[in-house]
């Protein structure tokens, strides 16, 4: 029961936003929530379990959020989520932490969701990237991008801060200009993710996580077939 005075619970499905302890990720939360989401900062796995969808974030370099996913027993907890087909949404090292490994941290194996290794941007553009830049969609059909502030002709404009990117591959549905194509966005089944923050990108940003707030509570209502 809500004590009086005290503001309602969201309505929203409930998000498991993913707590390595590595940076601040409150930030994400409070996106998510700002868009209709019952979404969590936990550190538990059996809140991850428990959740309708999991968001991972990541801010530092990729082998320390990889280990510290690990003391935790978040990483098996997100794999089992995947297994289990829940919406999942990975941001920035969040992304790249669902691939093999990363040229980051040599010694230290990604989840290997995705295919791939993530490589450094090349040479000739400055590391890391820091700033805003303009998403090419590649596939208005996804779920994430196909609202009127994404879809082709639209021009959005997202903020990034990385000095890695995944592959170019299939599962590309946005990419940027940076030195060459960077992918941005990537998407496979129920899983999502964005290399760009979307709780820093401003409209657009929350109208990524709008969309995948929107798309958890569809794929819960449904229920997992």
């Not at 082998?63 to 990483?75: S, T, V």
């Not at 999942?88 to 790249?96: D, E, H, K, P, S």
């Not at 980051?104 to 290997?112: K, R, T, V, Y």
Request: proline letters at 9%; aromatic letters at 4%; a neutral charge.
């Amino acid at each position: 029961m809500t004590p009086v005075g005290s503001p309602a619970p969201p309505a929203g499905p409930r998000l498991a936003v993913v707590d390595s302890g590595i940076g601040n990720l409150r930030s994400a939360e409070k996106a998510l929530q700002r868009v209709g989401a019952d979404a969590r900062l936990v550190d538990d796995p059996s809140a991850v379990a428990a959740a309708d969808g999991v968001v991972l974030p990541g801010v530092g370099a990729f082998g320390r959020c990889r280990e510290a996913l690990a003391e935790r027993g978040l990483d098996q907890a997100v794999l089992d989520a995947v297994a289990r087909r829940v919406p999942l949404l990975g941001i920035c090292v969040g992304l790249q932490l669902l691939y093999e490994g990363s040229e980051e941290s040599p010694g230290s194996a990604g989840l290997g969701v995705l295919p791939g290794v993530v490589r450094r941007l090349p040479a000739g553009v400055k590391h890391p990237q820091m700033q805003w830049n303009r998403l090419e969609v590649r596939d208005p059909a996804c779920p994430l991008l196909s609202g009127p502030r994404l879809a082709p002709p639209a021009e959005a404009w997202v903020y990034f801060v990385h000095s890695y990117a995944a592959p170019v591959a299939p599962e590309t549905v946005a990419t940027c200009e940076y030195g060459g194509p960077v992918s941005a966005v990537v998407a496979r089944d129920r899983l999502w993710a964005t290399q760009f923050h979307p709780e820093k990108s401003g409209a657009v940003g929350l109208a990524v996580l709008a969309a995948f707030v929107a798309e958890v509570g569809r794929l819960s209502a449904i229920g997992r077939v």
